[in-house]
Nanobody, 114 residues
Framework: QVQLVESGGGLVQPGGSLRLSCAAS????????MNWYRQAPGKERELVAG????????NYANSVKGRFTISRDNAKNTVYLQMNSLKFEDTAVYYC???????WGQGTQVTVSS
């Protein structure tokens, strides 16, 4: 049974940083591409970043390039999203997603506010 559990969200001021974690279980994590999505109130869910199984390939939404970094630790079955220079518009629920199994985590709230 595929399980994804996000953590690390919270309230941060503009310009601040947060690191999200997604702990995965129930599948061979090291061979699976992983994605982070986000959904802001009243908006559609959007892809934020993705990473291949071996971390060779990474991709980012234009809105977060240069500020967010996706990484993974296959020994810990965990994917991370380091978010720096946070902006008001980064406020959203952030979700972990594994495309191979079309499976989502429960999400973690990130709120950027002064």
């Amino acid at each position: 049974q595929v399980q994804l559990v996000e953590s690390g969200g919270g309230l941060v001021q503009p310009g601040g940083s947060l690191r999200l974690s997604c702990a995965a279980s129930g599948f061979t994590f090291s061979s699976a591409s992983m994605n982070w999505y986000r959904q802001a109130p009243g908006k559609e869910r959007e892809l934020v970043a993705g990473i291949s199984g071996g971390s060779i390939s990474k991709n980012y939404a234009n809105s977060v390039k240069g500020r967010f970094t996706i990484s993974r630790d296959n020994a810990k079955n965990t994917v991370y999203l380091q978010m720096n220079s946070l902006k008001f518009e980064d406020t959203a629920v952030y979700y972990c997603y594994v495309p191979r199994f079309n499976s989502w985590g429960q999400g973690t709230q990130v709120t950027v506010s002064s």
